[in-house]
């Protein structure tokens, strides 16, 4: 059973709404809900992660997350079947799009992100897409990685991978993050926390620079993460780490739904090309 968000979290400019001030989440936007890469190692995220030695993994995802700038919308998007797609409703959706990503997978010449399928909806849209490596505060460095092509997608459980082309002097860097990732994800796996599941999601709300946000959290009879960690218009896409609710498996932010007026966010479902080989 594919389970359907309400709405995505995307930043896009023909939206009405877009640019209000965002009461989601604490009636409150970015700046309050969230906590920026500058503030985070002070954070009380930052100490309970360090408590439970999931620093590591924090960090590592934090480095491997992209804004996802997406600068034509194909026309596919407008063929789905609404009745057996009811969440796809692109009709009014214009480019540039805004999401996030995170970079999983790297070869000598190219980068892998893995992003929402409604953020990169196909190779056309890959190919039109820009990726700004390390989009972290004032100080930060313009490293952008162009896309190539989408590799892999799965349109029921919203999710997308697709290829940049990326220069060779940023591979080692993400080599680095991704062996930290790696690193993190083992001691994620025994972490036990039955009555307090929470999950932490690192996003670039509103296309802005990126935020950690968390809030507790549950995995669903159907597959899916359910929490109330804030999320924004520009979160989708984001990586979502969730802590004592599943051992395996990697999931993104997908949208949110209204729950007896609190906004309850929503992931994809699980993506299967990234989950640990066990075997």
């Not at 092509?149 to 002097?169: A, G, Q, V, Y």
Request: charged residues 30%; contains cysteine; glycine residues 6%.
């Amino acid at each position: 059973m594919v389970s359907v968000p309400d709405k995505f979290d995307i930043q896009y400019f023909n939206s009405k709404d877009n640019n209000k001030k965002c009461k989601k989440d604490h009636e409150s936007c970015h700046e309050q809900a969230f906590v920026s890469i500058s503030d985070f190692t002070t954070s009380t995220i930052a100490k309970f992660c360090e408590e439970r030695k999931l620093l590591e993994l924090v960090e590592a995802i934090i480095k491997l997350t992209v804004r996802i700038t997406v600068n034509i919308t194909s026309s596919e998007r407008s063929k789905i079947n609404s009745k057996s797609n009811l969440w796809y409703k692109y009709n009014d959706i214009k480019s540039p799009i805004k999401g996030s990503g995170t970079v999983l997978e790297l070869s000598e010449s190219e980068v892998h992100v893995l992003t929402a399928k409604h953020v990169v909806f196909n190779s056309q849209e890959s190919k039109n897409t820009e990726c700004w490596l390390y989009f972290d505060g004032n100080s930060c460095k313009k490293i952008i990685i162009k896309g190539l092509s989408e590799s892999d997608s799965n349109i029921s459980k919203d999710w997308c991978d697709f290829t940049c082309e990326i220069d060779e002097k940023e591979i080692k860097k993400l080599q680095q993050s991704l062996r930290e990732y790696e690193q993190g994800l083992e001691n994620l796996n025994r972490i036990k926390m039955k009555r307090h599941k929470k999950c932490i999601i690192v996003s670039h709300p509103h296309g802005c620079y990126k935020y950690v946000s968390m809030g507790s959290c549950e995995l669903d009879k159907d597959g899916y993460l359910t929490y109330e960690a804030p999320t924004c218009r520009g979160s989708s896409g984001g990586y979502i780490i969730p802590i004592g609710c599943r051992t395996e498996g990697v999931f993104i932010h997908s949208g949110s739904r209204e729950v007896e007026g609190v906004s309850i966010g929503q992931s994809s479902g699980e993506v299967e090309l990234y989950r640990p080989d066990t075997g």
